[in-house]
């Protein structure tokens, strides 16, 4: 241990490498690792399939919007972005 002024010990990065850690918390760690990457990967999965039903409504709304009745389609087109940025804040 050394000190760097001040009254907190300081460890050098060799010490704490050779601190043995046991192997059931590498195996705990392993566990979390994976969980943590399925679940970056469902994060993903989750905002293409948001983003790709988006998309069919809009696609479903300019198909039957009339011409005249742009305001209703904007107002529309405000829902659904509204209704995303509400999923995506639930994870």
């Known amino acids: 241990m050394s000190q760097d002024g001040s009254n907190h010990p300081r ?39 948001l983003d790709e039903a988006k998309k069919t409504v809009e696609d479903m709304m300019r198909a039957l919007r009339p011409e005249g009745e742009v305001d209703a389609y904007v107002r529309s087109r405000h829902i659904v972005d509204s209704l995303s940025r509400s999923f995506l804040f639930t994870f």
Request: hydrophobic letters at 50%; aromatic letters at 2%; glycine letters at 0%.
């Open 11 to 49: 460890f050098a990065e060799e010490d704490l490498l050779a601190i043995p850690i046991p192997d059931a918390v590498l195996s705990v760690q392993k566990k979390i690792d994976a969980l943590v990457k399925e679940a970056i990967e469902a994060r993903r999965e989750s905002a293409r399939l």
